[in-house]
């Protein structure tokens, strides 16, 4: 079994500060990949980054980052200074290779002017 | 440009009627995935399909069906509406590469169904 843990619920920031968003999952596959989605108030699911289980490197897009790290098994996500537009709720997935998808439960970012 | 698209968006019905939620992809993806949110809970999987005539069912199937006719359309029907399938149902879709390679899932809108 495949399980997924955001165990923050909700984060609330002031505009500019940093915030990072952990993941944690469990699986027994060697072969597995890790997605993050951002679903704005406005309802619609966007996707952020898809990452697989033998590429380990960190990425950074514009202010988003990710650190990957197989030994302690996260996936953390960062929105280096984060604005207003970055208020949302966001998802971790894992996924083994069988094209579905299991998701954490979502932390709801709230970035304050 | 291609896209995922789901009708209604919002539905309100009663307990025991049948609904069908659509969902119409225009990428040509083999495979379409039926998800339903709910608070507290992230996204849990309903249904999927890997191609033309293929369904299988996920982790909270019970009470909904669906059939894949063609390539484009999925959708998923509520065959007796329950209170406790109030929720927001989103429809994804992906290529479907070979060898079972996860790839890149993108959803759409989502429909909000209230059943009273």
């Known amino acids: 079994a495949q399980k997924v843990t955001q165990a923050q619920t909700e984060i609330s920031v002031v505009e500019k500060e940093d915030v990072t968003l952990d993941c944690v999952y469990e699986t027994r596959d060697t072969t597995y990949y890790l997605f993050w989605y951002k679903q704005p108030p406005s309802g619609e699911l966007v996707f952020l980054i898809r990452?697989?289980?033998?590429?380990?490197q960190n990425e950074i897009s514009g202010r988003y980052s990710w650190n990957f790290q197989k030994s302690t098994s996260s996936f953390n996500f960062t929105i280096t200074a984060s604005q207003v537009v970055d208020s949302a709720v966001y998802f971790c997935a894992l996924s083994r290779n069988d094209y579905k998808l299991s998701f954490g439960a979502g932390t709801t970012v709230t970035v304050r002017a | 440009d291609a896209e995922i698209t789901q009708s209604p968006r919002h539905k309100i019905t009663e307990t025991g009627r049948q609904v069908t939620l659509a969902c119409h992809q225009t990428w040509n993806h083999n495979n379409m995935f039926w998800y339903r949110q709910d608070l507290g809970h992230g996204l849990r999987l309903i249904h999927y399909s890997y191609g033309v005539h293929d369904t299988n069912k996920g982790e909270v199937s019970d009470g909904y069906s669906v059939s894949r006719s063609n390539t484009e359309d999925l959708p998923l029907t509520l065959e007796s509406a329950a209170s406790s399938q109030t929720s927001v149902y989103f429809c994804?879709?992906?290529?479907?590469?070979?060898?079972?390679?996860?790839?890149?899932?993108?959803f759409g809108p989502g429909t909000r169904l209230t059943v009273l």
């Open positions: 990452r697989n289980s033998f590429d380990e």
């Open positions: 994804a879709s992906s290529e479907g590469r070979a060898g079972g390679i996860t790839d890149t899932q993108y």
